[in-house]
């Protein structure tokens, strides 16, 4: 493209991008997909490191050890983008870890993957790999419950490595919208997960996502009794967000947008009408199940007196990050966010589904063998 600019050739023929002809948004033909992730790097020296930290101070980057997802979740915005599941060399994406540890300072990682664990062969090597790099890396990232669950025996590796919290996408705790929504996981799944991860001294932050269904007030006090039952350690709430190269578009295109503002359209602020609550009556169950589920007891007893250093201070950090986020959402949703009482149909607000224009939903191949 930048070639194309600077000779002032017509940039139609350039595939993968979107452009504006005539004041229309136009897309070209799909580019070819990065097949070997290993063939581009990242210039890691243009960058000034001591300006960037994360989780408590610590210098920190984001990177990506593998691009796609082999799950069917049909509310998830990414798989679309990345399409089938690759990986990086295990070896060489070891010894750049240590490289920036070494050359740059770095000692926080957190991973952007969708899902690094498909392949429990892959993510055994690499995680070896990184232990025989015996550099003091901590590391998050985001991981399914049934992976954890599958990889039981060697979780000692994955805290031996550096990883120190996990999200895990649980998303929901009714079984019928985890099948609806083809998460293809289980309740029982997700609290053997977060068993696991404790006992091998790893944090679990989860998701739930309000927005699936048009909910009650009961339906969240369930969801509240059901996180006591999980005991995460942390949780986030998300509000699910149709966009239009997602499954979950097609089925909730009837339902009424409330949220007119496509910046807002971000997983943490209500686009969908809920039929049978107000928005902010929906807004203060979700600020109200935050409370309840980070500032029980038990929880609090592990953010302030947790017996492992690295644990207590990331919590602690998680802690002062969630209650500045809390407020600045609580003001937003008062004084700022606009919402609309009659807003029209999602299909009439979007257009038409575009979930078959993406290679990933057109094709479905199988999981990766886990060994």
Not at 61 to 72: A, K, N
Not at 86 to 105: I, M, S, T
Not at 141 to 161: G, N, Q, W
Not at 187 to 199: N, P, Q, Y
Request: aromatic fraction near 10%; glycine fraction near 6%; charged fraction near 25%.
């Amino acid at each position: 493209m930048l070639s194309a600019l600077e000779a002032s050739h017509p940039l139609d023929a350039i595939p993968g991008i979107a452009i504006r002809k005539g004041g229309v948004a136009h897309a070209t033909p799909p580019a070819a997909m990065i097949q070997n992730l290993d063939d581009y790097r990242i210039g890691w020296e243009l960058i000034d490191h001591a300006r960037y930290s994360y989780y408590g101070g610590k210098r920190g980057v984001v990177m990506q050890f593998s691009r796609g997802c082999p799950h069917l979740c049909s509310y998830c915005g990414q798989r679309g983008f990345w399409t089938r599941w690759r990986h990086r060399d295990p070896q060489k994406f070891a010894a750049e870890l240590g490289r920036l540890y070494r050359e740059h300072g770095v000692t926080m990682i957190s991973f952007a993957d969708e899902n690094p664990t498909t392949s429990k062969k892959v993510w055994r090597e690499l995680l070896k790999a990184i232990i025989a790099e015996d550099v003091p890396l901590t590391m998050i990232a985001t991981l399914r419950a049934d992976d954890i669950v599958r990889d039981a025996d060697i979780l000692h590796l994955y805290r031996k490595a550096g990883f120190v919290r996990f999200l895990i996408g649980m998303e929901h705790t009714d079984a019928l919208t985890l099948e609806k929504v083809r998460k293809g996981g289980a309740a029982s799944t997700d609290r053997e997960a977060i068993r696991l991860l404790r006992r091998h001294g790893i944090l679990s932050l989860c998701s739930y996502v309000v927005g699936f269904e048009d909910e009650r007030l009961i339906d969240y006090v369930r969801a509240f009794r059901q996180l006591l039952v999980y005991d995460p350690d942390q949780i986030i709430t998300l509000f699910v967000t149709p966009h239009r190269w997602t499954p979950f578009f097609r089925d909730a295109r009837e339902r009424r947008v409330i949220q007119l503002d496509r910046r807002r359209w971000d997983y943490k602020n209500q686009v969908l009408e809920n039929r049978h609550l107000p928005p902010w009556v929906t807004f203060l169950a979700v600020k109200l199940l935050e409370v309840l589920v980070q500032a029980r007891p038990k929880a609090l007893l592990r953010t302030y007196l947790h017996p492992d250093p690295v644990a207590r201070d990331g919590m602690r950090w998680y802690g002062r990050i969630g209650r500045r986020v809390w407020l600045h959402e609580i003001k937003c949703f008062v004084f700022r966010d606009r919402r609309v009482n009659d807003g029209p149909a999602l299909a009439a607000f979007w257009g038409a589904p575009q979930a078959a224009e993406e290679e990933a939903l057109r094709v479905t191949r199988p999981l990766p063998k886990a060994a």
